[in-house]
């Protein structure tokens, strides 16, 4: 099992920017493709964003392209979710997780391990 922990969110007001991080402990997240949700309050857990294991591949929720980047330095153990353009609607907990081959990439029971999440607010 591998620990992931996030980090990077806060309070930014609308149209700015955030940069948030997922680092693993225990083993190498190399191997593995990861992704990034999301779950604001009262609503169901959403998938925001997935990267292959090289960084080559990735695929995006449609609420989220073109504002939103995935990426990922193999050498840190870390992946990043770059956020753009936010909007007050963007305002949730964001979850790291490892993504469970052979599933389908938009779906939570696809992915495990997750982070315990950091807070992210769009002020308007």
């Known amino acids: 099992q591998v620990q992931l922990v996030e980090s990077g969110g806060g309070l930014v007001q609308a149209g700015g920017s955030l940069r948030l991080s997922c680092t693993a402990s225990g083993r190498t997240l190399s191997s593995y493709a990861m992704g990034w949700f999301r779950q604001a309050p009262g609503k169901e857990r959403e998938f925001i964003a997935r990267i292959n294991w090289n960084g080559i591949s990735t695929d995006y929720a449609d609420s989220v392209k073109g504002r939103f980047t995935i990426s990922r330095d193999n050498a840190k153990n870390t992946v990043y979710l770059q956020m753009n353009s936010l909007e007050p609607e963007d305002t949730a907990v964001y979850y790291c997780?490892?993504?469970?081959?052979?599933?389908?990439?938009?779906?939570?029971?696809?992915?495990?391990?997750w982070g315990q999440g950091t807070q992210v607010t769009v002020s308007s």
């Open positions: 997780a490892k993504f469970i081959p052979g599933r389908y990439y938009s779906a939570e029971n696809s992915y495990t391990d």
